[in-house]
């Protein structure tokens, strides 16, 4: 075979490899994105004051270069062209971004810990909200097929939402297979639909020029700023594009939005303004209007499936960034339930998956159309970036290297823009805009309260426990402590004390192991560990060990598996022969506390309904022994 046969041949699996996973990120991470022009310009042009009497050219002009200008902006340059090159080891969104400016500034830092805990909690908010509006938006195609269908949109709504939520425990996998197809006939399907308008008046192609955008903010002052709210909804789900790039690496994604998502989202969107000119009764549903009577239905089924996907990507999304939370010790653990034996990402979360349904669910009775959900949203999604353009700000000085002035010049434009989009939506806070506030509100408190409350709890053990040298050489000397058979593991979280189950033990059966493993589980701040690199092992006396395990922020602990790899550095580990001993610790609040009483409660019922150790580790539930004891925080 020739050198250039070689090259050929080489090149084409990596474009074939390269052309599937764009079509899966064409699916997953732009299906957010891709139903915004079902509700965005509708509500950008209602706010602009549009009617069934008619519209201003110029204002259709000037929301759609704001419309095509976000776009441009804010997904194009600063996502896909900037952000997604601050990765984590290929990892990408909010807590990536926190744990990389962690590791960054050499040491914890709680200005950037909160910042990360913010980000985190308005997603909440986020993938609450996108859910209710997508699907309510794809059923609202219905009133254009049939006439009397209003009263069944919201149950039909409710049906598919709650359908959506109980089919996740049986995992994503099947279902993602028609993700990407499905997504890229939608994209194709809009992209018709808005040439076939465009051709009719080409002149909106006048909008690509920013001089409409800024003469429209400027000109309508308020009311400016009250419609840069609804463009926004033009742009929703541009972080996806961030969290997303573990899944399918930076290029397909960027392939996937230059080539296929951003060409058929501008088509789809000047389509709507040249209907709109040519019928201002469009204004109902321009979206829907742009095509023919014959097609409406396949349309809405198709449009419904969109939103289908558009959901179950942020479902899955709040699954990934719950576990990142829980493995970065922002929230207390909780059951996973692994959907896939090849993919170690598609998991289930039935704690969140019970509330994210039964607020998605609570949201459509509320609000009940997708033009009220509209003021809801948009207020998280700005919120979320405004935080990644700060901290990418920061990661661009200290992991980049780049000069202070330099990092400041690069983000500085783009979080301008983000405050200025943040604070167009949070006019619309008594329209709606409450309503994910809230939700992170109460995500924040949650978080701070077991960051608090694990720090007191850690504190409270550096002053009541016994250094573990001392014991070790306590043991050594007393001639009254017997010896058992078998190896015990005590897990600890501050491997130079003594263990809690340890101390206990001894005081009450006088007795030690043959074997004891003084065992700590550690989160890095990377995505994931090699698995070389998982053990380490510190030999203390011919009894006790040392081991600690670590493991990436997007991993999941599995603690027996772990400790196989022990056989290959000399210490033969049989799990049939070990006991593992947890403490259970009962929390009570002291008279002393420095916590306010209500933040301690809190975490006292986080804690009693944390998913058990045994479980979240995967030990076996037969070599687990647990022993009691109370603690004042």
Not at 288 to 299: D, E, G, I, K, R
Not at 485 to 497: E, Q
Not at 553 to 571: F, H, I, K, N, S
Request: one cysteine or more.
């Amino acid at each position: 075979m020739t050198t250039l046969d070689t090259h050929i041949s080489d090149a084409e699996p990596r474009r074939a490899g390269l052309l599937s996973l764009s079509l899966a990120a064409i699916g997953v991470v732009y299906g957010d994105i891709g139903t915004s022009p079902l509700y965005a310009f509708r509500e950008a042009m209602l706010a602009a004051g549009a009617s069934h009497g008619g519209v201003n050219r110029e204002d259709v002009l000037g929301v759609l270069s704001l419309i095509v200008w976000a776009l441009v902006l804010v997904v194009t340059v600063k996502y896909v062209l900037i952000l997604m090159r601050a990765d984590n080891e290929g990892e990408g969104g909010t807590l990536s971004l926190l744990a990389l400016a962690q590791r960054a500034m050499g040491r914890p830092n709680m200005a950037i810990l909160i910042l990360g805990m913010i980000g985190a909690s308005l997603f909440y908010g986020d993938a609450a909200i996108t859910p209710a509006i997508s699907v309510l938006s794809a059923i609202e195609g219905l009133k254009l097929v049939t006439d009397g269908v209003d009263p069944f949109i919201e149950p039909l709504a409710i049906a598919i939402i709650i359908c959506l939520f109980l089919v996740q425990n049986r995992g994503t996998d099947a279902v993602a297979r028609f993700f990407g197809p499905v997504t890229l006939i939608w994209f194709f399907v809009m992209a018709a639909g808005g040439c076939h308008w465009l051709v009719q008046d080409t002149e909106v192609l006048a909008a690509l020029n920013p001089v409409h955008a800024v003469r429209f903010v400027a000109t309508n002052g308020q009311l400016g700023l009250v419609v840069l709210g609804a463009v926004f909804l033009a742009v929703t789900g541009a972080e996806a594009l961030y969290a997303d790039m573990g899944h399918f690496g930076r290029k397909p994604i960027q392939m996937a939005w230059l080539f296929v998502a951003f060409p058929a989202l501008l088509l789809t969107y000047f389509g709507q303004g040249a209907l709109l000119l040519s019928n201002p009764a469009a204004i109902d549903n321009p979206f829907f209007l742009m095509f023919p009577n014959w097609a409406l239905l396949p349309v809405v089924l198709l449009a419904t499936l969109a939103t289908i996907i558009a959901s179950q990507a942020v479902i899955t999304g709040a699954y990934s960034l719950t576990q990142q939370a829980v493995q970065l010790r922002l929230l207390p653990r909780m059951k996973i339930r692994h959907t896939s034996d090849e993919h170690q990402g598609q998991i289930y979360m039935p704690g969140v998956n019970q509330w994210l349904m039964i607020s998605v669910l609570a949201l459509v009775l509320i609000f009940g159309s997708s033009s009220s959900l509209a003021s809801a949203y948009g207020i998280s999604v700005t919120g979320t970036m405004v935080i990644t353009a700060t901290l990418a700000m920061i990661v661009a000085h200290k992991h980049w290297k780049l000069p202070l002035w330099l990092s400041v010049t690069i983000m500085l434009p783009f979080l301008l823009l983000d405050l200025v989009f943040l604070g167009a939506n949070l006019m619309k806070i008594a329209e709606g805009g409450y309503v994910p506030l809230g939700i992170a509100g109460v995500s924040l408190v949650i978080m701070g309260s077991w960051v608090r409350g694990t720090a007191a709890v850690t504190a409270k053990d550096r002053e009541a426990e016994l250094p573990l040298e001392t014991l070790l050489e306590q043991i050594e000397k007393s001639s009254s402590i017997a010896t058992v058979p078998g190896t015990a593991v005590f897990l600890t979280s501050t491997p130079d004390l003594t263990p809690g189950a340890l101390l206990h033990s001894l005081k009450h059966f006088k007795s030690v192991h043959e074997q004891n493993v003084i065992l700590t589980i550690a989160t890095a701040d990377v995505p994931r560990i090699q698995p070389d690199q998982r053990v380490r092992i510190e030999e203390l006396n011919d009894r006790f060990r040392r081991i600690e395990l670590r493991y990436g922020y997007t991993e999941d602990p599995d603690v027996p598996q772990a400790l196989l790899q022990c056989r290959r550095q000399g210490w033969k580990f049989d799990i049939m022969a070990t006991s593992f001993i947890l403490s259970r610790r009962r929390i009570r609040i002291s008279t002393r506390s420095r916590i306010p009483r209500w933040q301690a409660n809190l975490f006292i019922t986080l804690s009693r309904n944390a998913a058990a150790a045994s479980d979240y580790f995967r030990i076996p539930a037969g070599r687990v022994v647990e022993i009691g004891s109370q603690m004042n925080i």
